[in-house]
T-cell receptor, first 110, second 117 residues
């Protein structure tokens, strides 16, 4: 079983839709949870991170962590064509080792 | 925020030659940097962890003689792909461990696309 599971998609939504991206994990020691956005042929950029459980909101983006279910989500409200990218979840037990999902490819159609 | 600069962004070389990729931390010191390889439509594959002033730690299956990593200063790590072959063609990305508002996160470079002819 992989440490981090993420549906690779692809996911295609109309502009303005709410997007839900998810990852599950098996290691209960994970405490740091991150979402990265990667445009084609570019390095990943950090979107959001959360420590332990709970929600975090930043503009149109909301990250949720449910440690009891070992499940994290990223919600994108009012999605825009510029949100079209691959979204990677990442996790770490200590902040020194990082485990990545395979990434979900998202396309927002104008 | 922290910025990691990676160069070159795209390089084409002939089979058998060596290619060096540089990764620099701007405005911060990075004692640890990570090198990843990414195939099309696949996730990041950690190749090695680069520690300033000491030998890199390679992941299982990664040839250390093939992928030479040097972390000579707190702001620079280099990856040299030696005697490159077409199967080495890939997207290589470096990252640095940074501290952002109370948490350790990875900050990535823009990546380097290597094409070996």
């Amino acid at each position: 079983q992989k440490e981090v599971e993420q549906d690779p998609g692809p996911l295609s939504v109309p502009e303005g839709a709410i997007v839900s991206l998810n990852c599950t994990y098996s290691n209960s020691a994970f405490q740091y949870f991150m979402w990265y956005r990667q445009y084609s042929r570019k390095g990943p950029e950090l979107l959001m991170y959360t420590y332990s459980s709970g929600n975090k909101e930043d503009g149109r983006f909301t990250a949720q962590v449910d440690k009891s279910s070992k499940y994290i989500s990223l919600f994108i409200r009012d999605s825009q064509p510029s949100d079209s990218a691959t979204y990677l979840c990442a996790m770490s037990p200590t902040g020194n080792q990082f485990y990545f999902g395979t990434g979900t490819s998202l396309t927002v159609i104008p | 925020g922290a910025v990691v600069s990676q160069h070159p962004s795209w390089v084409i070389c002939k089979s058998g030659t060596s290619v060096k990729i540089e990764c620099r931390s701007l405005d911060f010191q990075a004692t640890t940097m990570f090198w990843y390889r990414q195939f099309p439509k696949q996730s990041l594959m950690l190749m090695a962890t680069s520690n300033e002033g000491s030998k890199a730690t390679y992941e299982q299956g990664v040839e250390k003689d093939k992928f030479l990593i040097n972390h000579a200063s707190l702001t620079l790590s280099t990856l040299t792909v030696t005697s490159a072959h077409p199967e080495d063609s890939s997207f290589y990305i470096c990252s640095a461990d940074t501290f952002d508002s109370g948490a350790n996160v990875l900050t990535f470079g823009a990546g380097s696309r290597l094409t070996v002819l």
